[in-house]
């Protein structure tokens, strides 16, 4: 990756906070520069994560430009509010610094890729300085048309069922984000601005492919789901950026003495953090399942605050009584190394979206337990398209509900045996691989893009 060549077309990309965002901005950054447009990545330092900050820092520093934001006044927002949130508020907020940032760039701007959560307040300003400006979208696509209409609804609140598109997704009550019941939530008011903002953007890129969600692709773009939305082009499943391989963590070496298909990974993303109790209860019902498991345990939303041990968490017995079938640990991953590791064959999943397509891409069945935010309008796809089960009982993470240890036992056996499923989510691998080959879809919407950037 490199932001050289004078020739090429310039464009800044500029994600929002967390790994679910810094991550596809990344990739797309990778598959951007192998096709001759030169990029560079806006940072927003410091970061919120331990994971964010070493992510910039594996980059090679001319692919980086440091973004400027002004502080927020924490007194403005309650005190348990999100820290990614106030991070992406604050980055909303510093809008108006944008034109000055680009005035100093060279080679010129032409122009600018933007994450969905901050989408409101840069397009105006993109447009009024006269630079082309597309949305990153960083969840389905699915999620986008819920994203388009949302805004539009006579009550814009998580009241009623809502129905996209004459019936082609309805997404009942129950799976919309749980804070869109309060109209005056932080992330309610940016879902609704960025929403009611999505038509300004010269198009919206979407980490998505046709098979995963084929309908709503088409109705994003015949305008069936909103008149006037920009194209919509699918971008998905955006490949891993290649790197010198690491060494081999422990982790890696216990997946290589497991035989090939017999493992469930088991990981709820970068930034959903489950109870103690529940952490007990999904203890139990892996080590009861008798299936082998890999579980990466997560007991705080942001990584630098993770304190407690896994003895603390699960009893100081827990990890010797399985360490015959089951490997337990709190440091991060690299995930699509995992994934795509022979041993691998099931992931107990919350359905982040990188999640999702990573999975797709390596032909793992998802056993999907959706636990905030855009995860349960993810599982519904996940569903829907093969690539796995969603229980819809299981609690979300506001609900405070523990699922108890025997359902998760029951639902683990049920994956790691279905042949069916291996089957589906091997058919969506394959088009997954079909998506990122040469002519494939990747190609021909960076082809539209090269020449619109
Ligand atoms: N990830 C990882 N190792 C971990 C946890 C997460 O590599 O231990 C990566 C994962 O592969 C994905 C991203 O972090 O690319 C998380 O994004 P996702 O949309 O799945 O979920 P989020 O963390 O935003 O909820
Ligand atoms: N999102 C959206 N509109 C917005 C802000 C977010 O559609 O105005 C989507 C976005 O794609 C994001 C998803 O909602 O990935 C869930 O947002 P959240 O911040 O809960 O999770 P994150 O992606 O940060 O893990």
Not at 54 to 78: G, H, M, N, T
Not at 109 to 134: E, R, T
Not at 259 to 284: D, P
Not at 419 to 433: D, P, S
């Amino acid at each position: 990756m490199s932001s050289g060549d004078t020739n090429l077309p310039r464009v800044l990309l500029l994600p929002s906070s967390g790994m679910g965002h810094l991550v596809p901005f990344v990739r797309l950054a990778s598959a951007l520069s192998e096709r001759c447009i030169s990029v560079s990545l806006l940072a927003v330092r410091p970061t919120i994560s331990a994971a964010e900050s070493l992510l910039l820092s594996s980059l090679p520093s001319s692919l980086l430009l440091d973004f400027p934001i002004k502080p927020l006044d924490p007194s403005l927002f309650p005190p348990s509010s999100d820290p990614f949130f106030l991070q992406m508020e604050a980055l909303r907020r510093s809008a108006d610094l944008l034109p000055s940032f680009i005035s100093t760039c060279s080679p010129p701007v032409s122009s600018l890729i933007i994450d969905i959560s901050i989408a409101s307040s840069f397009l105006p300003v993109a447009a009024a300085a006269k630079i082309p400006c597309f949305v990153l979208f960083t969840s389905s696509a699915s999620m986008l048309a819920l994203c388009s209409v949302f805004a539009f609804l006579s009550t814009p609140t998580a009241g009623a069922d809502v129905n996209i598109a004459g019936g082609v997704l309805k997404i009942p009550t129950s799976s919309l984000p749980p804070p869109l019941r309060d109209p005056n939530h932080l992330f309610t008011t940016q879902f609704v601005e960025n929403g009611r903002a999505l038509a300004q953007a010269n198009g919206i890129l979407v980490n998505t492919f046709s098979a995963l969600e084929p309908e709503v692709l088409v109705a994003l773009n015949s305008g069936a789901v909103l008149p006037g939305l920009p194209p919509v082009i699918a971008i998905g499943p955006l490949p891993p950026v290649k790197k010198q391989p690491s060494l081999p963590s422990p982790a890696l070496r216990w997946l290589d003495e497991q035989q090939e298909k017999s493992v469930m990974y088991v990981s709820f993303g970068s930034r959903t953090a489950m109870s103690k109790e529940q952490i007990r209860a999904l203890g139990a019902g892996l080590e009861n399942s008798g299936c082998r498991f890999f579980w990466v345990v997560k007991s705080a939303k942001v990584d630098r605050e993770e304190v407690m041990e896994i003895e603390e968490l699960l009893g100081e017995e827990y990890a010797k009584r399985v360490e015959e079938r089951g490997l337990v640990v709190k440091e991060w991953v690299e995930q699509e190394v995992v994934l795509s590791h022979r041993a691998v064959a099931g992931f107990m999943s919350h359905c982040g979206w990188n999640s999702v397509t990573e999975a797709a891409a390596a032909g793992v069945r998802i056993l999907a337990w959706p636990r905030m935010g855009d995860q349960r309008v993810n599982a519904a796809v996940v569903a829907r398209s093969g690539l796995g089960i969603w229980p819809e009982k299981w609690a979300w993470e506001a609900e405070e509900r523990v699922v108890a240890a025997e359902e998760i036992a029951v639902k683990v056996r049920e994956v790691m045996g279905d042949e069916r499923l291996a089957e589906t989510a091997a058919q969506v691998q394959a088009e997954a691989t079909e998506a990122v080959q040469e002519g494939g879809s990747l190609d021909q919407s960076c082809g539209y893009l090269l020449k619109k950037l």
